[in-house]
């Protein structure tokens, strides 16, 4: 199930975040309050949840306009994450992109720290391929990775 996102299951799932995800969010934000981090997410132009089977959060994900043409994709999951990421790869790949591309957006840019694989694997299911290097990206100077996909 994947759901509009609220500010209590953003929070859940950057409360228990994979390992990977924690280090990428703690890179870019300069006071990574989790409740404040969660609060800025679920109010991003498009964010949601996506739930397991049991009902629980295990994925936050959207995206948040850069540009006329271009928006930013993000997301953050828990370690429960593994079972749920082809329907949120075809959520992406189908109801969201045709809402953006009604909205003339034509490109989606993500970027990732170097060393989250279970991220980069995702941005390429989603058809973004690697931009370029992002060297020193982080605010400890950790190297991050651009992605752009089509929409």
């Given at each position: ?11 859940y799932v ?88 009604r909205q ?48």
């Amino acid at each position: 199930m994947i759901l509009p996102a609220n500010l209590r299951d953003v929070t859940y799932v950057l409360g228990n975040l994979r390992g990977d995800d924690r280090r990428e969010l703690e890179a870019q934000y300069r006071d990574p309050d989790l409740v404040k981090v969660g609060f800025m997410l679920a109010k991003q132009m498009r964010s949601f949840i996506a739930y397991n089977d049991a009902e629980v959060p295990v994925m936050a994900f959207g995206v948040a306009h850069l540009s006329a043409t271009t928006v930013s994709l993000w997301s953050m999951s828990t370690p429960g994450v593994r079972k749920s990421i082809a329907k949120t790869t075809r959520f992406v790949m189908g109801p969201l992109r045709d809402d953006l591309r009604r909205q003339n957006y034509q490109w989606a840019e993500a970027r990732s720290d170097e060393r989250n694989d279970m991220a980069h694997k995702w941005l390429r299911r989603l058809d973004c391929k690697l931009l370029c290097p992002l060297e020193k990206y982080g605010k400890d100077g950790e190297d991050f990775l651009l992605f752009r996909g089509a929409i």
